[in-house]
Antibody
């Protein structure tokens, strides 16, 4: 059974870069037709799509975050990652990694969504 | 301000039927499918409806989705206490080249 697990610092200082990794277990990240997404949710608020990467390496980003976001795929480690630069308190949120099943384009697997706090 | 517009709250009594609306534009709901997710407190979202009106296996048939023009709806009949959750509509936006979410609707079972 395929599972997703986010990892990374739970606290990031303002102006620094937030870095998270999503490890895929129980299956290969490069097999099948999947997009690998990052989605975030500030406490008590709604969901916001950050971006995605396809198994080919092609990416799509939320235009409002595009200048600060990089999503990479590491097939050797069965992982994909998120880097969000120049963070502020507004970037404090639970960050989910999610698998998007390409033929039907729905998010069928989610990670646990750890909270990342931006604070001094 | 979310690209897709949902009412912030909805409510019903056990056994009732409730609907949650989602309004968008020609670049998202008007041109492609809508998806609905349920999020229980402290949990990741769970898929309820894909391609506007399709249920994945395991989702009961008392839950249904529909789409007309640039709007979509999620209907839950035979309301149960375990349906109390937040519900989100999602669609691909061709103009933004990305996924857009509704602001979420908190469903309360009275």
């Amino acid at each position: 059974q395929v599972q997703l697990q986010e990892s990374g610092p739970g606290l990031v200082k303002p102006s620094q870069t937030l870095s998270l990794t999503c490890t895929v277990s129980g299956g290969s990240i490069s097999s099948g037709s999947y997009y690998w997404n990052w989605i975030r949710q500030p406490a008590g608020k709604g969901l916001e799509w950050i971006g995605r990467i396809y198994t080919s390496g092609s990416t799509n980003y939320n235009p409002s975050l595009k200048s600060r976001v990089t999503i990479l795929l590491d097939t050797s480690k069965n992982q994909f990652s998120l880097k969000l630069s120049s963070v502020t308190a507004a970037d404090t949120a639970a960050y989910y990694c999610a698998r998007e099943y390409e033929p039907q384009n729905y998010f069928d697997l989610w990670g646990q969504g750890p909270l990342v706090t931006v604070s001094t | 301000q979310s690209v897709l517009t949902q009412p912030p709250s909805a409510s019903g009594t056990p056994g009732q039927r409730v609907t949650i609306s989602c309004s968008g534009s020609s670049s998202n709901i008007g041109s492609i499918y809508v998806y609905w997710y349920q999020q229980l407190p402290g949990a990741a979202p769970k898929l309820l409806i894909y391609r506007s009106n399709q249920r994945p296996s395991g989702v009961p048939d008392r839950i249904s989705g529909s789409k007309s023009g640039t709007s979509a709806s999620l209907a839950i009949s035979g309301l149960r206490s375990e349906d109390e959750a937040d519900y989100y509509c999602v669609a691909w936006d061709d103009r933004l080249s990305g996924w857009v979410f509704g602001g979420g609707t908190k469903l309360t079972v009275l």
